[in-house]
């Protein structure tokens, strides 16, 4: 069956940088048409699309966010990791990494890790 | 980028009513790559709809979605209690992959 889950620290100072790591099974990214993507969703409001690393090593990026964010792929691990740079409390959110296909959109989600960003 | 636009903000029905709730796009959607999610307090999103019309896994077939271009609708027959929740769409024919801001189902 698969699963996602983050990792990560849940609390970073301003002007550092995040590193959250995804680590799935069920699935291999170096299967033709699988994806992982990162959202993240702070308290209270709405989810926000970050990022996607596809099977072939093509990567899409936020349109705000992307001279901040870099995300990359260990696919011997099952691993997806995503680093942004230069972090604010405004970025304080709980952040989902899930499986995505095209075609299928992202259709398993891991249970998120909440990041808090604060000196 | 694509703007979603979901509407309306909150919906207050009673179990057993009908749901329809809107997303209508900045432009069109490619290939009608628009899907919806379902989302509880202290829960990840769930798949619920993709390609517009197609019901997700285990997904039960009071959830119906519809449209193209830039106007989508998810419709639920019948409100059952666990149906109240937060619902989002999300394009992913274009990146950035963008969300609508969602839509809150509340207990009338």
């Known amino acids: 069956q698969v699963t996602l889950r983050e990792s990560g620290p849940a609390l970073v100072k301003p002007t550092q940088t995040l590193t959250l790591t995804c680590t799935f099974s069920?699935?291999?990214?170096?299967?033709?048409?699988?994806?992982v993507s990162w959202i993240r969703q702070p308290p209270g409001k709405a989810l926000e699309w970050l990022a996607r690393?596809?099977?072939?090593?093509?990567?899409y990026y936020s349109t705000s966010l992307k001279t901040r964010l870099t995300i990359s792929k260990d696919t011997s691990k099952n691993q997806v990791v995503l680093t942004m740079t230069n972090m604010d409390p405004v970025d304080t959110a709980t952040y989902y990494c899930a499986r995505t296909r095209p075609g299928y959109s992202a259709d398993y989600w891991g249970q998120g890790t909440l990041v808090t960003v604060s000196s | 980028e694509i703007v979603l636009t979901q509407s309306p903000g909150t919906l207050s029905l009673s179990p057993g009513e009908r749901a329809t709730l809107s997303c209508r796009a900045s432009q069109s959607v490619s290939s009608s790559y628009l899907a919806w999610y379902q989302q509880k307090p202290g829960q990840a999103p769930r798949l619920l709809i993709y390609?517009?019309?197609s019901r997700a896994t285990g997904i039960p077939d009071r959830f119906s979605g519809s449209g193209s271009g830039t106007d989508f609708t998810l419709t639920i027959s019948r409100l059952e209690p666990e149906d109240f929740a937060v619902y989002y769409c999300?394009?992913?024919?274009?990146?950035?992959?963008?969300f609508g801001q969602g839509t809150k189902l509340d207990i009338k």
């Open positions: 390609g517009a019309s």
């Open positions: 690393i596809d099977w072939d090593d093509d990567t």
């Open positions: 069920g699935f291999s990214l170096s299967t033709s048409g699988m994806c």
């Open positions: 999300q394009q992913y024919g274009s990146s950035p992959y963008t």
